[in-house]
């Protein structure tokens, strides 16, 4: 079976820092593409960062290109995403996915929440 | 950058009945990248439809998709209570604002 399991999140003033985490279990973890999506309250899904399967190629949504780092250990089986010079409008639940071929995401972690407040 | 536009932003139905779900592109796109998603409140979205027709693992055939170019549809058939959720679609790295589904 496929898990997901985020570890990380809290809350952090702006311009802060936190980590998050997501340790792949039930697949062949080095071999496919993996995504952050974040969940502002009450809104919608916007899509923030990607790496290849190698961890050779990242993406990153403009509205965090800067700020977050994504990477991933392939020895360890884990997803990481380093946050950095948070904002309030950081501020959501963020979901670690395995991202597929046409880029939709077939497995998401449970979420993890992040509040920037001062 | 392309704009994916989710109508109705809330629909009531009761059970038994067809919901019908739409999703808008802003330009033409590939329907290899459509997916759309259920979300149930406190919880992680679940991928129902891939490639704008494919059912992903374990969906019923209740569910699904079909369109190109810029317009594509969720179709969900023989409502039940527990259909009630948040439906997104998101092709490449964009996502829809979503639709709630409610069944009354």
């Known amino acids: 079976e496929v898990q997901l399991m985020k570890s990380g999140g809290g809350f952090v003033q702006p311009g802060g820092s936190l980590r998050l985490s997501c340790a792949a279990s039930?697949?062949?973890?080095?071999?496919?593409?993996m995504s952050w999506v974040r969940q502002a309250p009450g809104k919608g899904l916007e899509w923030v960062s990607a790496i290849s399967n190698s961890g050779s190629l990242t993406y990153y949504a403009d509205s965090v290109k800067g700020r977050f780092t994504i990477s991933r250990d392939n020895s360890e089986n884990t997803l990481s995403l380093q946050l950095n010079s948070l904002r309030a409008e950081d501020t959501a639940v963020y979901y670690c996915?395995?991202?597929?071929?046409?880029?939709?995401?077939?497995?998401w972690g449970q979420g993890t929440l992040v509040t920037v407040s001062s | 950058e392309i704009v994916l536009t989710q109508s109705p932003g809330t629909l009531s139905l009761s059970p038994g009945e067809r919901a019908t779900l739409s999703c808008r592109a802003s330009q033409s796109v590939s329907s290899s990248y459509l997916a759309w998603y259920q979300q149930k409140p406190g919880q992680a979205p679940r991928l129902l439809i891939y490639?704008?027709?494919s059912r992903a693992t374990g969906i019923p055939d209740k569910f699904s998709g079909s369109g190109s170019g810029t317009d594509f549809t969720l179709t969900i058939s023989r409502l039940e209570p527990e259909d009630s959720a948040v439906y997104h679609c998101q092709h490449s790295d964009t996502f829809g604002q979503g639709t709630k589904l409610e069944i009354k």
């Open positions: 996915a395995r991202r597929r071929d046409g880029q939709w995401l077939d497995h």
């Open positions: 490639g704008a027709s």
């Open positions: 039930g697949f062949t973890f080095s071999t496919y593409a």
